[in-house]
């Protein structure tokens, strides 16, 4: 394309502000077609986060939206910019802040792979058990909160019990339950305690019973599958075309994951399988994450299992902090620890992209060093800001108790979105 | 030592000849001087096209049958102030989920003269990580079908991920630290 053909772009780009205007005036009723806007958010207690959608109805039926983002935007790529490597980590909880754990541990494999350092299998191994974890407590709020936009209360009061109990273990493993801020670049803050270990076993025994129950509940209830059959379907090449990842594309049929195709931290140790679904509906995505479920199960015990001994975190003191003890007493771990808190050393020079399996999509980490203290720029890819443009395709031409119903089951989290 | 060294070179092969039988295909559909700074940080194959030629590249690698890269998988702006004349950059991820490829594309142009090519037509994906690097770095994607501001407000009348923007103000005396370079 020659340059010329570019000329007046900046035109176009004023008349698209202009016409976005048009559309955005919520006043703006077209009595001629008989159409109403409606503006659905930014805060509406149905859409659990701050999305506004701007929707032209004809009666109950949508027929078309305008999606607003940004209203929780923090400029996470601009601040990152400023911070040492861990100082980062704190960033990364507030994106999808349902599964913190994987966002932490995906930025730390990322600086790891910058950096060359190999974690031990124990460290791998307790990622990948807090990772799961991280999973399964990410697809039970999904999936209990589209039970209670259908109208059904009693599935999120006994599922949210059993994600305290995860984060209850959380807190066992890094003090925090939310922003977990799980990790070290190298490997863990710390081994897993005999108390964690407790709870985690005592927590693997008595989950599936409760996931059974939910199941039973939901799966083959007939007002539930009336509400979500045939609700919000995705073809498999759309959503490929929209960039869908995770448990969205996977119900429209398409068995990517990350785990599997491009496996870290010791994931092609276990053996699981990869839940598909046909028609990628709102009934096909619960009925993937539901299935997810089972399958983080799955590798959390085999993970539990065969926890290899061993330590729980790489030799690299450049970049992971010396025990405190060690600090009072010992003049090369005291600078270690200054140099590392001060932010003093170097990366090398490189670029690095990675990615892992997020709670709802492939989150990518591309990190550029140019060598110094900080990231050149580091961009974050997020799942649910990329596919989330399908939705105003996905929600035309149903009704407004059905958008509703897709947006909860696209798990769309409004952090990661607007990072 | 000597029985070691040879898994190690395997382990390391396979991607090394992924990434070279990639480029041959890439110089073959494509101008052999499409591509320049060729180069696998990480195994990942990267390099460098124009403007110009972005559009076509992407287009016939969705189309293409043997590559099968038809996966987007994010794009983003960078800014580097003393490249002259290509101060700003987009980058380009792509993805084979068929064959498990990626495929890293830069462009860099002048920062007086942003305007790249839209690839929001071949994917929909692109559409908001298109508004979003206009956002952030002011890169104007000729025939992109609703350019304006995404993340930000929109009379923002400056482009914040621009490297002449520090997060903090410079003016501020009481965070500097004469000993550690902040």
């Known amino acids: 394309m020659a340059i010329d053909a570019l000329e007046g772009t900046r035109q176009i780009t004023e008349e698209a502000r202009a016409q976005r205007h048009d559309q955005l005036v919520p006043t703006l009723n077209d009595f001629s077609q008989e159409l109403t806007t409606l503006n659905l958010g930014p805060t509406h207690p149905a859409t659990h986060g701050i999305f506004q959608n701007i929707l032209q109805m004809d009666g109950e039926r949508i027929v078309s939206g305008v999606p607003t983002i940004g209203y929780i935007h923090r400029a996470f790529e601009k601040i990152a910019e400023r911070r040492p490597f861990y100082q980062i980590t704190t960033l990364t909880d507030r994106m999808n802040y349902c599964s913190s754990p994987i966002n932490n541990l995906g930025w730390h494999m990322t600086v790891e792979k910058l950096l060359g350092v190999t974690v031990p299998k124990r460290a791998q191994y307790i990622r990948v058990i807090m990772m799961e974890l991280a999973r399964i407590s990410d697809h039970l709020i999904c999936n209990s909160i589209l039970g209670v936009d259908t109208g059904a209360f009693t599935g999120f009061l006994y599922l949210f019990q059993e994600r305290e109990k995860i984060y209850e273990i959380y807190e066992e493993v890094c003090g925090a339950r939310l922003t977990t801020n799980m990790g070290r670049v190298g490997g863990m803050e710390r081994d897993l305690t005999p108390v964690a270990l407790e709870k985690l076993r005592k927590w693997l025994k008595e989950f599936p019973a409760v996931m059974r129950e939910f199941e039973v509940l939901f799966n083959r209830n007939r007002i539930f599958m009336d509400r979500v059959v045939n609700v919000g379907p995705i073809s498999a090449e759309k959503a490929l075309n929209y960039g869908f990842t995770g448990p969205n594309l996977r119900a429209a049929g398409v068995d990517y994951d990350v785990r599997v195709m491009n496996p870290y931290s010791s994931y092609e140790d276990f053996e699981f399988d990869i839940p598909v679904g046909t028609k990628g509906d709102t009934y096909d995505r619960f009925i993937v994450r539901n299935e997810e479920i089972w399958q983080s199960l799955r590798i959390i015990n085999q993970a539990l299992e065969n926890l290899p001994e061993g330590p729980f975190h790489a030799d690299a003191p450049h970049f992971y902090l010396p025990p405190k003890e060690a600090v009072y007493k010992s003049m090369e771990a005291l600078i270690y620890h200054f140099k590392i808190v001060m932010g003093e050393i170097d990366a090398p020079v490189g670029e690095v992209y990675h990615a892992v399996e997020g709670g709802n999509g492939e989150l990518g980490y591309y990190l550029v060093s140019d060598g110094g203290r900080t990231p050149y720029r580091l961009h974050f890819r997020r799942p649910c800001f990329i596919y989330y443009q399908a939705y105003p395709e996905m929600a035309v031409g149903t009704t407004l108790s059905d958008a509703i119903v897709i947006l909860s089951s696209m798990n769309v989290i409004a952090g990661e979105l607007d990072a | ?182």
């Not at chain 2, 987007?72 to 101060?87: F, S």
């Not at chain 2, 495929?103 to 003269?113: E, G, M, T, V, Y």
Request: glycine residues 4%.
């Open chain 2, 1 to 182: 030592m000597a029985p070691e060294t040879p898994p190690a070179a395997v382990a390391e092969d396979p991607t090394k000849a992924q990434n070279a039988l990639v480029l041959a295909l890439l110089h073959r559909l494509f101008e052999a001087d499409s591509f320049t700074d060729v180069a696998e940080p990480y195994g990942l194959l990267t390099a460098t096209t124009t403007r110009e030629k972005i559009h076509g590249i992407i287009a016939g690698l969705q189309q293409d049958e043997e590559l099968k890269l038809h996966f987007l998988t994010t794009l983003c702006g960078i800014h580097y102030p003393d490249q002259l004349n290509r101060e700003l950059g987009v980058i380009y991820h792509l993805h084979s989920l068929v064959h498990n490829i990626r495929l890293r594309l830069k462009i860099f142009f002048p920062i007086a003269d942003p305007v790249v090519p839209t690839i929001s037509d071949i994917y929909s994906a692109a559409n908001w990580l298109e508004r979003e690097t206009y956002d952030f770095y002011g890169v104007i994607f000729s025939g992109h079908p609703n350019l304006i501001r995404i993340l930000n407000v929109e009379d923002m009348d400056y482009h914040p991920m621009r490297k002449e923007y520090p997060v903090e103000d410079g003016t501020r005396e009481d965070k500097t630290d004469l000993f550690f370079g902040r």
